[in-house]
């Protein structure tokens, strides 16, 4: 391929990644700079789409990088292009909240291998000039928070002073503090684990299988066929769906109550409200995902075995750090149960280092570090406040 | 329809039941005994596929009917015709086993809208000559239970001496107790609810909307048109399968172990064991399971209230039973938990009813029930002893 064809393939993905997300700002990485990943493949350019909140002051010391979740993306805190709704965290980024944009320099990214303007499966290959669809290579967590610091290198800034994220996000914010703990001086990872365990594996085969079935998946090349397998990814977003709840929060929520109707129809309609809600939670996220990033971003999460790259021993991870841990798990989240988060914690105290950990009630299960709980808030901004401190901000 | 019309067509589906599962008794029943449904639909003729063990004593009072769970069947102790693997409960009923088939008489049959010979969705309609598919009604667990009862009558047994059932065998169970309470001496629900839950009706709904996302399913008309939704119903089975073990065991059992190979392979080929199971899971149910059955079982399901035809009030399905009563859960089983088998007894304590209750302690999950489970085996036999005697057997 020539340095021509090159720019030409790397200018048209550019465009289309600003089309497919418009607020976002998107970081160029050319072949000088080719990112190694951990499957043996390398990407020789990509790009990676982000949004910033806040001002980075001069000492380049209070950027807070903010990962997000499996189905997440970068627009953590303004309105969201596809769905006009609001940033998926607006409740704990931005003016006033917990990660105060008044304060702090916030960086979101849309993760290697995502579908909202950071290279995945739905982009171009330049060698191709195809959508990569299934040749793209499979990334790891390692993979995502390697492109992050390049980014983060890109904007000049030497040490976060606090990653933060849930769930996926949380597997992030936990590699970031084991591969750069010189560079992370505060870390927040919530409802997560340091390694996916069998159930969570399962759970997101289903999700795939469910994809792969659907005959628009087209053994992936769907993209470059004109088709889009909605219900196979419908279908996998309904059954994750279900394990981002509680059964509790659903009794309360919606018990047996019927939608629309007066009595059971005798039928397979949606007699009940919580049929009506999943197929719509279904429904809807086919028009914001990508069924390939879909299944590259499950199978990063299932990958995860951090104490696997340090000798089985997860506090290995972390010996030496001086980074300061607020670790948080939620009572009723049975995804990323509180036993999982307190084996991270062990591992960091353990390691020496220097770790709180709060467990929040709520009914709400894994789903709750995305809403309303303000034991969160109030932790999460105590935490931040004494580590501002200490940094000096 | 002229009666010599009717007679063919009954035999034609007599003949294939019993071409279905050879080994299994088949009750005929006539248009002189129609099955008022709760749906409001009757089905003019029907029939029921059965097996016994054992033999009735001349009192006929020895009688112990099972009752089988979503994708069980008749075969609760024979050699499985399809699968050739021994039968779903046979750790609990034979000679010498809790359910002693050397004491008493067992009958278990297919349930109404099943697939192994009893009148369902597969069946052939007397009335078109094609398959029902989905012009079948929707029928209740109390329809299946209704049907149970005139195969009942037909062996001439008045009073069953026990109901035994898991899950929504269980609920027949309840059911049986609540609308014939004076037919049964004892009853046995084990893992089960008075009521479906909000998280299981929304997992009932993944995989109804995981068969129907199936193009093969073709509107419900698949057997028609020579076609099986084989991928759907397999992902449908798959999620299922998941809710019916525990985190604790899947990570006992599988963990994070790979199958087959030293590393993971960055792809999405079945990796790890507990995938390759899950896959497996799937595959085989469809070989044994018609998937419009799977709508019309997992629907009956999620329609089962049983305190909403008592005015609400759960208690009032046993005011002045004289059925004794023991009820069972499993610690680990998070589809039916301990908290939804309290209610059942909290309710046969207000109406005065014999209950005893045993949580077995196990990290089983929900198919505890079919498991080896020594204090599920001891505590039952114990009961069923005690239940003899008091019965004068």
């Known amino acids: 391929m020539s340095a021509i064809?090159?720019?030409?393939?790397?200018?048209?993905?550019?465009r289309r990644a600003e089309t497919q997300s418009p607020s976002s700002r998107v970081a160029l990485f050319e072949a000088d700079q080719p990112l190694a990943l951990d499957g043996g493949a390398s990407l020789a350019s990509f790009q990676i789409a982000y949004q910033t909140y806040g001002t980075l002051n001069a000492e380049k010391s209070n950027a807070v990088l903010v990962c997000h979740a499996l189905t997440g993306d970068q627009h953590v805190a303004n309105i969201h292009p596809i769905t006009g709704k609001g940033g998926w965290w607006s409740l704990m980024v931005g003016p006033g909240r917990p990660i105060d944009t008044d304060r702090f320099f916030v960086i979101c990214t849309n993760v290697l291998g995502g579908c909202m303007g950071t290279t995945g499966p739905a982009s171009f290959d330049p060698a191709s000039g195809e959508p990569y669809a299934l040749s793209f290579p499979v990334v790891?967590?390692?993979?995502?928070?390697?492109a992050q610091a390049m980014l983060v290198d890109r904007l000049g800034i030497d040490t976060l002073f606090a990653?933060?994220?849930?769930?996926?996000?949380g597997m992030q914010v936990l590699q970031w503090a084991a591969s750069y703990p010189e560079?992370?001086?505060?870390?927040v990872p919530i409802a997560t684990a340091a390694r996916h365990s069998s159930q969570n594996i399962a759970f997101h085969e289903v999700g795939r299988q469910a994809i792969m079935a659907d005959p628009d998946w087209s053994g992936g090349n769907y993209l470059a066929l004109g088709r889009t397998p909605r219900k196979g990814l419908a279908v996998a977003r309904m059954a994750a769906h279900i394990t981002y709840l509680s059964d509790?929060?659903?009794?309360r929520k919606f018990g047996r109550n019927l939608q629309d109707r007066l009595a059971i129809t005798f039928g397979f309609d949606a007699d009940f409200q919580i049929e009506s809600y999943l197929r719509h939670q279904g429904m809807t996220f086919v028009?914001?995902?990508?069924?390939?990033s879909y299944l590259y971003m499950t199978r990063a999460m299932d990958y995860f075995d951090l104490a696997a790259d340090y000798d089985g021993t997860l506090a290995n991870a972390f010996?030496?750090?001086?980074?300061?841990?607020?670790?948080?798990?939620?009572?009723?989240?049975?995804?990323?149960?509180?036993?999982?988060?307190?084996?991270?914690?062990?591992?960091?105290?353990a390691a020496g280092a220097n770790v709180s950990f709060v467990e929040v009630e709520t009914d709400k299960g894994h789903d709750s570090f995305l809403l309303e709980e303000p034991e969160m808030f109030a932790t999460i901004s105590g935490f931040i406040a004494g580590a501002a401190r200490r940094r000096g901000l």
Request: net charge neutral.
């Open 248 to 251: 509790e929060a659903l009794h």
């Open 183 to 187: 560079r992370v001086f505060a870390a």
């Open 140 to 146: 790891t967590i390692r993979d995502m928070v390697r």
């Open 287 to 292: 028009d914001r995902f990508d069924a390939n």
């Open 319 to 349: 010996r030496g750090t001086k980074t300061r841990f607020c670790v948080m798990s939620f009572t009723s989240d049975w995804l990323f149960p509180t036993s999982e988060n307190r084996t991270i914690v062990h591992a960091l105290n």
């Open 163 to 169: 990653v933060v994220g849930g769930s996926m996000g």
């Open 5 to 14: 064809d090159h720019t030409v393939n790397a200018t048209a993905e550019l």
